[in-house]
C-alpha cells in the first residue's frame, strides 16, 4: 500500500471515529446542531486528529498497544476546536469568506447569527467530548493533563491568541517577530496539543513530549507557510476556497515578507527540523514522516 492510500485508508478512519461523537439532531435547538454537523462533515485533511491517532501509536507501541480508546474523545475534540475557529474566520466581521472546503461557509447556509452559536457550540461540546476519555481511561491523571493542555492550546495563550494579533494587525505593518508568534499560535498551537495528547496518553516520558511538541511546531509553521503560498498560485477549483484572499483582507504573510522563494526555503527547512526530531523518537516512523512530507507538498 502507497503512502498515499494508507493516508486515505487512515483519514476514513478518522471520519469513522468523528462521526460516532457528533451530536444528534434533535430539539427546539436543532438548527444550531444541523450547522456543527454540517461544518464538522464539510471534510478536510483532519490532519489533528490524525496526528494525535499516529503519535499515541508511536509511543503505545502502534494499533495492537492498546487504550486507544481513551485517545479517540480528544481525536473529536480537537476537530470540533479546529471547526470552530474556521467557522469563525469565516465571518464577515473576520475574513468574510463564502466558500470553505468547497461548499457554502457555515454562515452563507445558516446565517450570521447562527453560524457564530454553531462555532460557540463546537468550542464548548469539544470539552464535553474530551470529557468522555475519562470513562474509558485507566489514568484519569492523564486524560486531566490532557484537557488542561487542551484548552491552554486553543485558549487565550493558544490559538484565539494568535488569532487576536491577526486581527489586530490586518492592514498594519507586521513585523518578523510579530508574526511568527501569529503562525506560532494560531496554526502551531492545535498541531502541538494533537500530537503531545497522543504522545502523553501513548506513554511518553516529559522529554519526549517536550521533542513532539517542538516538532509539531515546525509542521505548524511549515504548513501555514505553504498555504500563504497556496494564496497566492493555488487554484481555487483544487483547494476548495478563494484564493488571494490574504491580500483581500490586508494580511502580511510569509510571502508577503520574504518572498515566494524564501518561503518556499523554509518549509523545506522546517519540514526537515521536524524530521530529524521524529528520527530522534522511539517506534516507526514511516507513515508520520510520509504524513509530513505530504503536507509540505500539498496543492490543496
Known amino acids: 500500500m502507497s503512502s498515499r492510500e494508507q493516508l486515505e485508508q487512515y483519514t476514513g478512519e478518522v471520519e469513522a471515529v468523528i462521526e460516532r461523537y457528533l451530536p444528534r439532531k434533535a430539539g427546539y435547538q436543532r438548527t444550531v446542531l444541523e450547522a456543527m454537523n454540517y461544518s464538522m462533515k464539510a471534510g478536510g485533511k483532519r490532519l489533528r486528529p490524525l496526528f494525535m491517532r499516529e503519535v499515541y501509536r508511536l509511543f503505545a507501541g502502534g494499533p495492537e498497544g492498546g487504550g486507544e480508546a481513551a485517545v479517540e474523545p480528544f481525536m473529536a475534540a480537537i476537530e470540533m476546536i479546529h471547526t470552530f475557529s474556521l467557522v469563525h474566520d469565516d465571518l464577515p466581521c473576520m475574513d468574510n469568506d463564502t466558500l470553505r472546503r468547497g461548499m457554502d461557509t457555515t454562515w452563507v447556509k445558516y446565517g450570521y447569527d447562527m453560524a457564530v452559536l454553531a462555532g460557540d457550540a463546537l468550542a464548548i461540546y469539544a470539552f464535553e467530548t474530551a470529557a468522555k476519555a475519562f470513562s474509558v481511561s485507566d489514568r484519569p491523571d492523564l486524560v486531566g493533563q490532557c484537557m488542561g493542555l487542551l484548552a491552554e ?148
Open 153 to 300: 492550546k486553543s485558549g487565550i495563550s493558544g490559538m484565539i491568541g494568535g488569532q487576536t494579533a491577526d486581527v489586530e494587525l490586518t492592514g498594519k505593518e507586521v513585523s518578523p517577530e510579530k508574526l511568527d508568534f501569529i503562525y506560532r499560535l494560531k496554526t502551531g498551537a492545535l498541531l502541538e496539543v494533537s500530537m503531545m495528547i497522543g504522545a502523553i496518553l501513548g506513554g511518553a516520558d516529559r522529554e519526549q513530549v517536550k521533542a513532539v511538541e517542538k516538532m509539531a511546531s515546525c509542521v505548524g509553521k511549515a504548513f501555514q507557510i505553504q498555504d500563504d503560498i497556496l494564496d497566492v498560485v493555488g487554484d481555487a477549483r483544487v483547494i476548495g476556497k478563494p484564493v488571494l484572499s490574504d491580500e483581500k483582507n490586508e494580511k502580511t504573510t510569509y510571502v508577503t515578507l520574504y518572498g515566494m522563494e524564501a518561503a518556499r526555503k523554509a518549509v523545506m527547512e522546517l519540514s526537515k527540523e521536524a524530521e530529524e526530531i521524529l528520527e530522534s523518537l522511539p517506534g516507526d516512523h514511516e507513515f508520520l514522516s510520509c504524513l509530513i512530507d505530504i503536507l509540505i507538498t500539498r496543492v490543496k
